[in-house]
């Protein structure tokens, strides 16, 4: 496995020197609540590689089949994070470890419960949904959350990736630990997954078999997650809020039928409900749902301007922290003026509010331009201030 031996930068250019200067300040002041600017944030998580996937032409196929091809991408694209001045992250230095996992998301969970998996050369892996009968929903029986379809895959990339990094240092530092990347996106997205929109009527015309098949769902859910925790010695925390298709449900679906299960759940853990919601979808109307019912603290992903988040911070309160981003389309196709009109647009509306706005710039997919993402970063410095 060849990977860089330094940065493709210098790292005490003038230029990273000021940016790592103003990246460290901006932080310190967000998170000592006295923001000066709405800082930019890196998501620092396994599948962020896309902008890297684009400079090296990887193919995906690969890297979702080769372990070793998995390391190296996840490595090389850390280091090359730390290149760009596309977001609020010191540049030019190596963390103190470098975490990496395996990396099959999204399609762990629905390929375990039998979907279709497909592997593609220029995108991401994804997945096709079942749409069960009730009486297959019914019947169908749990895998086994170890051994089970694609589950025993992520084990024998771990095994290979750990024996690959004992010893293993990059840019002089150590790599690992390395993540098991099971888990789910919420028991009701795979619920869509089993049963597929079908179980929106459901909750009209047979109540009983909408709240029986969630719960089950839910509790496979709960059994994948609790045994690969036990495998790292770990406890499972809180059943998570974050679900994925939430958004098609009503106030009152939600709360009749989601919220129910979230809470039995976190009982069986005897754990509270997390106050962390990611939701980068369209249902903001659940929000003051998921705080009557959960405390939330912290939203995560809303997409601008899909959503009007100044509407949103007016809604849930000044207390929330809200982390936001510009929608991929706008990012990706551009041109540079359009990035910054969106950016101007969002900052100028009253989201930013007394200072808990945050903002990403998403997982940098294939086909977005550097030059996008730096004008992006530019327009927060510029309109984003307090």
Not at 45 to 73: C, K
Not at 96 to 110: H, N, Q, R, T
Not at 119 to 142: F, N, P, Q, T
Request: one cysteine or more.
């Amino acid at each position: 496995m060849h990977l860089s031996t330094s940065f493709s930068m210098e790292p005490d250019a003038a230029w990273v020197r000021a940016h790592n200067a103003e990246a460290t300040e901006v932080v310190e002041a967000f998170h000592n609540d006295k923001p000066i600017r709405v800082p930019v944030f890196c998501g620092e998580w396994a599948g962020q590689h896309g902008f890297y996937a684009d400079e090296i032409g990887l193919d995906y196929r690969s890297y979702y089949n080769d372990p070793e091809v998995m390391l190296q991408t996840q490595l090389e694209a850390a280091r090359r994070r730390r290149e760009m001045p596309v977001y609020d992250l010191v540049l030019g230095e190596a963390p103190e470890s470098w975490p990496v996992s395996v990396d099959l998301w999204p399609v762990v969970a629905p390929a375990w419960v039998g979907c279709e998996v497909l592997y593609r050369a220029d995108s991401v892996i994804a997945h096709r949904g079942m749409h069960l009968s009730k009486e297959e929903c019914r019947a169908l029986e749990m895998p086994d959350p170890v051994t089970g379809p694609l589950v025993k895959k992520c084990g024998a990339f771990r095994e290979t990736m750990r024996q690959l990094c004992k010893g293993l240092t990059f840019l002089g530092r150590p790599v690992g630990p390395v993540g098991h990347g099971v888990g789910t996106n919420g028991f009701f997205s795979l619920v869509l997954d089993i049963r597929g929109a079908d179980i929106l009527p459901d909750m009209y015309d047979d109540p009983d078999f909408a709240r029986e098949f969630l719960l089950k769902i839910a509790t496979w859910c709960d059994r994948l997650d609790s045994t690969w925790a036990e495998i790292d010695g770990n406890s499972p925390g809180a059943f998570q809020i974050t679900d994925h298709g939430i958004d098609m449900l009503s106030p009152k679906l939600y709360e009749e039928f989601v919220v129910p299960v979230v809470k039995e759940m976190n009982r069986r853990r005897g754990t509270k409900p997390p106050t962390f919601l990611h939701h980068c979808g369209l249902g903001p109307h659940l929000f003051p749902v998921v705080k009557r019912h959960f405390g939330l603290t912290h939203l995560d992903s809303l997409t601008f301007p899909s959503l009007d988040i100044a509407k949103i911070r007016r809604e849930i309160g000044e207390e929330v922290w809200i982390n936001a981003c510009i929608a991929d389309e706008i990012t990706r196709s551009g041109p540079p003026e359009r990035i910054r009109q969106a950016v101007k647009d969002l900052m100028d509306s009253g989201a930013k509010g007394e200072g808990r706005l945050s903002l990403h710039v998403g997982d940098m997919l294939k086909g977005t331009p550097l030059e996008h993402r730096i004008a992006f970063y530019e327009a927060v410095r510029e309109f984003g201030t307090y």
